[in-house]
């Protein structure tokens, strides 16, 4: 079965910092790899998708992510963070023809 | 274009009460699925369909039930409403094909409290 494991379920930084959440996955096949974002009270947002194309995907807002197939990572990053980008991060993985599978989410917190 | 469309937005029930959440898709789209939202549990999947007449169940599909009578819609029944059902639940829908293709677009959701 396949799973997503997204390590830190808070991450703090600065404006202007290095943003890097971090997300794992877990599948028997190749998969599509998505990044969501959801701000209070608010439904989800697609950021970006990986869908065996570029390994570098570059989404909205600035946003981009890597797919390392040796590594079965996907981290999201941001070069320089702003106070906007506090919300919740959600990583999702699906397999051609199953239901997308979500990680427990990473609160991305933006400090002036 | 309305996109995925959920109703109601919110609604409280009683314990033992039974309702439905409708949601429905103007895209054709063959792929539908409901999760529900709790704080740090992430959205878990209850119940997903990748075409009507095909229904299977997710991570949480215990006092759920589902059926996809028709391509656009994916009704969540609430078969005896208990307290741990509150939350907020989000239809999906997607197509299936390979490619760019598969993107999944995401209800507003929908706010449940039972008391």
């Known amino acids: 079965a396949q799973s997503v494991t997204q390590l830190g379920s808070h991450v703090s930084v600065s404006e202007g910092a290095l943003v890097l959440l971090r997300c794992n996955y877990s599948s028997s096949v190749p998969p599509y790899l998505f990044w969501y974002v959801q701000y209070p009270n608010q439904g989800l947002q697609l950021l970006l998708k990986?869908?065996?194309?570029?390994?570098l995907v570059k989404g909205i807002n600035g946003f981009e992510a890597e797919f390392k197939k040796s590594e079965t990572s996907f981290h999201l990053t941001k070069p320089s963070a702003h106070m906007s980008d506090a919300a919740e991060y959600f990583c999702a993985v699906k397999k051609a023809g199953t239901a997308l599978i979500f990680g427990k989410g990473t609160t991305l917190s933006v400090s002036s | 274009n309305a996109g995925v469309t959920q109703t109601p937005k919110f609604q409280v029930l009683k314990t033992g009460q039974s309702m439905t959440l409708q949601c429905a898709q103007d895209m054709n789209h063959e792929y539908m699925s409901w999760y529900r939202q709790d704080p740090g549990m992430g959205l878990r999947l209850i119940h997903y369909s990748v075409g009507a007449g095909i229904t299977d169940q997710g991570e949480v599909p215990n006092g759920y039930n589902v059926s996809r009578s028709t391509t656009e819609d994916f009704p969540l029944r609430l078969l005896s409403a208990a307290p741990s059902q509150t939350s907020v639940y989000f239809c999906?829908?997607?197509?299936?094909?390979?490619?760019?293709?598969?993107?999944?677009?995401f209800g507003e959701g929908s706010w449940l409290t039972v008391v």
């Open positions: 999906a829908s997607g197509d299936l094909t390979g490619g760019s293709g598969n993107t999944i677009y």
């Open positions: 990986y869908t065996s194309a570029a390994t």
